[in-house]
């Protein structure tokens, strides 16, 4: 595990599952690649999952938001979507037996009600074999805010994304 975790202003909660997130088959990702992007942290798993036809490539990426808007989260949700991208293990396309899940999750402190509350309404940002999912953690009240219903279309996706969540972050 890299140290770079300990000493971060959520030093705790992201000490906790930074170890979490090892614990469950996660690698820490190079803090060169991630931290010149304004990022804290980075981890990745990727495997073969038979459910998915192929290689399946899984990474959280953690910022710290003092004074998070909805456009400063659409801003991060998207560079920690192409920073995953660009640092799959597998270079085939998504699509190609390969598929891309990034879970990027912002650190504040009294987040805005009104922003957790569409948060967790807006479906995840769907690309092609990939999808974004933008996670709030308030370290004022230890809430986890991420999108909370299941779509008809793509329920076993989206109740697999929510168990990811829980399983690493909750």
């Not at 569409?118 to 230890?142: C, K, V, Y």
């Not at 793509?154 to 109740?159: I, L, R, T």
């Amino acid at each position: 595990m890299s140290g770079d975790v300990n000493h971060i202003s959520s030093g705790p909660w992201l000490t906790h599952v930074s170890q979490r997130l090892m614990a469950n088959g996660y690698r820490p990702m190079r803090p060169e690649g991630y931290q010149p992007l304004g990022f804290m942290f980075a981890v990745n798993r990727s495997g073969f999952e038979i459910s998915k036809f192929g290689m399946v490539d899984r990474t959280f990426v953690f910022a710290d938001i003092p004074e998070l808007d909805a456009p400063k989260l659409q801003q991060f949700s998207k560079a920690a979507f192409e920073f995953a991208k660009k640092n799959k293990s597998v270079s085939l396309p998504n699509g190609l037996f390969s598929c891309l899940f990034c879970f990027g999750v912002i650190i504040t402190s009294n987040a805005d009600p009104t922003l957790v509350e569409a948060l967790r309404a807006s479906q995840p940002i769907t690309h092609w074999s990939a999808f974004e999912m933008p996670i709030i953690f308030d370290l004022a009240n230890g809430g986890l805010y991420y999108y909370q219903t299941t779509p008809v279309w793509g329920a076993a996706y989206h109740s697999s994304f929510r168990r990811e969540v829980q399983n690493n972050l909750g």
